[in-house]
């Protein structure tokens, strides 16, 4: 039996040996195998109770790849529901009110359904399905950075433009709709300029609610209110479930 000498080391770190090596932090496969079996298994912070505590108290999440949750490219739209419904049921009411705006009037409905409770749409200006997938494509992803910061400029326009437009990327007189003015002072423009920024997983959820049959995934689902704006109540390229 031999025995190892230590070897006197006076630079040496004793704690560097409980640490993990350093390729983890940029391996792109052992993110990914970190987040299957690490973070989606456990729980995770959304909110403490106690802001909650009266019945009609509310709390925004942010979809994966949004804000500041993290990025995750659902494979289907019933896992991400899945994902907000386990999110939400250790808060929520017995029934809760699940409300989406925009897009997510479309997801609002699948989670609702999980959790046994009602959804609302709130925004939902949404095209034809058969649109969808034309609409998806021509809203890009803002969050991606490109040089000299072309992805900001980008961002700033849109977050104008679908104040005054619908849709967004299609601006002519034609398309004009009403705005409030107070949606167009600095401080909310930046507000809406720094979600396009952080909608990192926008163009993942897009596609794959445009790949969607609207009309049976609705069906599938509890009854739910659906909210447009007045002025899109006269547009026939509005869809209206």
């Not at 109770?49 to 494979?75: E, F, K, Q, R």
């Not at 992803?141 to 849109?158: I, K, M, Q, S, Y």
């Not at 990327?169 to 002072?185: C, E, G, K, L």
Request: proline share 10%; glycine share 8%; hydrophobic share 50%.
């Amino acid at each position: 039996m031999s025995a190892l000498a230590a070897v006197a080391q006076p630079d040496h770190d004793p704690q560097a040996d409980w640490g993990l090596p350093g390729w983890v932090y940029h391996d792109a496969e052992f993110l990914a195998a970190e987040m299957a079996r690490v973070f989606r298994p456990s729980w995770q912070l959304v909110c403490h109770l106690c802001d909650l505590p009266d019945a009609g108290d509310w709390m925004a999440l942010d979809l994966p790849g949004h804000g500041l949750s993290d990025a995750w490219d659902a494979p289907s739209l019933g896992a991400l529901a899945d994902l907000l419904a386990e999110a939400i049921r250790p808060l929520a009411h017995p029934a809760p009110t699940v409300i989406g705006h925009g897009w997510s009037a479309l997801i609002a409905p699948m989670v609702a359904a999980r959790l046994g409770g009602r959804a609302e749409g709130e925004g939902a200006q949404l095209p034809h399905p058969a649109d969808a997938p034309a609409h998806a494509v021509a809203t890009p992803c803002f969050a991606t950075p490109r040089r000299a910061g072309e992805h900001l400029v980008a961002g700033w326009a849109h977050a104008r433009a679908r104040l005054f437009f619908w849709p967004a990327h299609a601006a002519s007189r034609a398309n004009a709709i009403p705005f409030d003015p107070a949606d167009v002072t600095p401080a909310a423009l930046r507000e809406a300029h720094l979600a396009l920024a952080q909608a990192r997983g926008a163009a993942h959820i897009r596609a794959l609610l445009a790949g969607a049959d609207w009309p049976a995934l609705l069906a599938e689902c509890p009854p739910a209110r659906w909210g447009v704006a007045d002025w899109a109540r006269a547009r026939v390229d509005i869809w209206k479930p």
